[in-house]
């Protein structure tokens, strides 16, 4: 019974450790098997980033290209357009300058007639003013020599006025010069009488 006991514990120990085994080495084959699976993966994932690169590279670059062909049809379409606008500015400073000269021909033949309004309009009133100035001078002369016949006539009064006036002064100063003499006399005459 002992050795049956001791046989089956010796069966049951060399199962166990046989199990042990196996599973150490299942354990070891998954350990592998995850670390193969990793390399393969990390390897899909490097050729992917890879891929990924190249394809943003080539992206980048096909912009870039397209960038400078935008770049070049700008600049033509910008040259193009310069072009237009100088060739309108070209246009239009002719004819400015077509303008320009009508204008100033105009000026002028307005400037020459204006000028020959004004020299006929200064010779009419160039005209006016010496006829005026000639009657002026003729009223002039004739109001002068009334002026010198009034004070003629005047001083020929006065001269008159003058001449009565001292007149009647002498008579007056005579008068005057006899009745002081008589007075003279009279008052001589009472003297020598009194004196007798």
Same mark, same amino acid.
């Given at each position: 019974m002992k050795k049956l006991v001791l046989v &089956?514990? #010796?069966? #049951?120990g060399l199962s166990a450790m046989a199990e042990d085994a196996s599973v150490a080495s299942k354990i070891e084959?998954? %350990?592998k098997g995850v670390a193969n699976t990793l390399k393969k993966a990390e390897g899909k994932v490097e050729d %992917?980033? +890879?891929s990924i690169k190249a394809e943003a590279a080539k992206k980048e670059a096909e912009s870039k290209a397209e960038a400078e062909a935008a770049k070049a049809d700008a600049k033509k379409d910008v040259k193009k357009e310069v072009e237009k606008v100088e060739s309108k500015a070209e246009a239009a400073k002719s004819d400015v300058k077509k303008d320009m000269k009508e204008v100033k !021909?105009? &000026?002028?033949? %307005?400037?020459?007639?204006?000028?020959?309004?004004v020299k006929k309009d200064v010779k009419e009133v160039k005209d006016k003013v010496e006829t005026k100035a000639e009657a002026a001078k003729a009223d002039a002369k004739k109001d002068v020599?009334? &002026?010198?016949? !009034?004070?003629?006539?005047? #001083?020929?009064? !006065?001269?008159?006025? +003058?001449?009565?006036k001292m007149e009647e002064l002498k008579e007056d100063v005579k008068e005057k010069a006899a009745a002081v003499k008589e007075g003279t006399k009279k008052v001589v005459e009472k003297v020598e009488e009194a004196a007798k």
């Open positions: &089956v514990g #010796l069966i #049951l084959s998954a %350990k %992917k980033m +890879e !021909d105009k &000026v002028e033949t %307005k400037a020459e007639a204006a000028k020959s309004d020599e009334a &002026v010198k016949n !009034d004070a003629k006539k005047d #001083l020929a009064k !006065d001269k008159a006025e +003058e001449t009565n």
